[in-house]
């Protein structure tokens, strides 16, 4: 069976970790995310990885939450928790992460190139938040996005649910770098040579400073947003939403609209 993530290594200290549903778009199953969160922590308290690469397989960084399993109400906690803990992990382990994001991120996977510390994008990258138009809220992920994305913009993201290029995304807080394409991994495997030139301890106690300076308040910290999350998930308007979109529908509530 194939594996959900996996783990090469360029040089010693250096992990390239690569999303591997390139069928699924790499949709980010329980699987998949619970397997992220053991890699992850297994570098960081084995020393093996000072820094990490995020990318995705296939054409695309990853295309969001699962929604087979989030439409599933057995999977419901397990799938959130989920999110909620590789979101965290990006952000609190001392190795440093890196995402080199590609074709698409679209919610919890534009989450998780956010959640990582840099991120680098292609130039024929499209960002996108459409949790509205499924009718659930993006409360996991905007415990991320709220450290990194100003207010009006954010709102914008949320609201209008519309994509944004790269460009764009590079303006409002989303990628540090824009690239072309057959670029990406060299610019990310640049930033990260950069990051081990510093100190391993030092840059380890930098990372937990940075974390420690911007933090979520209690009303948006991963555990109350996970609650919020949790109760729009069994919204009837999430109910109908997933179903519309595994159906390749329009949702109930469209036929409204004048």
Request: overall charge neutral.
């Amino acid at each position: 069976m194939t594996e959900s993530i996996t783990v090469e290594w360029i040089g010693s200290q250096l992990a390239l970790v690569t999303l591997n549903r390139p069928e699924r778009r790499n949709a980010l199953c329980i699987e998949l995310l619970e397997n992220l969160c053991t890699r992850v922590e297994r570098m960081a308290t084995d020393g093996t990885a000072r820094v990490l690469i995020l990318r995705g397989a296939g054409s695309v960084f990853s295309s969001g939450l699962d929604l087979s399993e989030a439409s599933n109400p057995n999977l419901v906690q397990r799938s959130a928790e989920s999110v909620s803990r590789a979101l965290q992990l990006m952000r609190s382990t001392p190795v440093v992460t890196i995402a080199a994001a590609h074709g698409g991120a679209y919610a919890g996977g534009a989450g998780l190139m956010a959640a990582c510390d840099i991120a680098v994008g292609t130039s024929d990258l499209k960002v996108g938040f459409p949790e509205a138009r499924r009718g659930l809220l993006p409360a996991l992920i905007c415990a991320v996005l709220s450290l990194k994305v100003r207010e009006g913009d954010l709102r914008e993201l949320f609201l209008a649910g519309d994509v944004v290029d790269a460009a764009r995304a590079q303006q409002i807080g989303l990628l540090q770098h824009v690239v072309e394409p057959d670029k990406l991994l060299d610019r990310a495997i640049k930033i990260a040579k950069s990051v081990l030139a510093g100190g391993p301890d030092t840059i380890a106690a930098t990372k937990m400073l940075l974390n420690a300076a911007y933090q979520p308040t209690p009303a948006t910290s991963l555990q109350h947003m996970l609650d919020v999350h949790l109760g729009a998930r069994r919204s009837p308007e999430a109910i109908e939403g997933l179903a519309a979109f595994l159906e390749k529908r329009s949702p109930s509530w469209m036929s409204r609209e004048s």
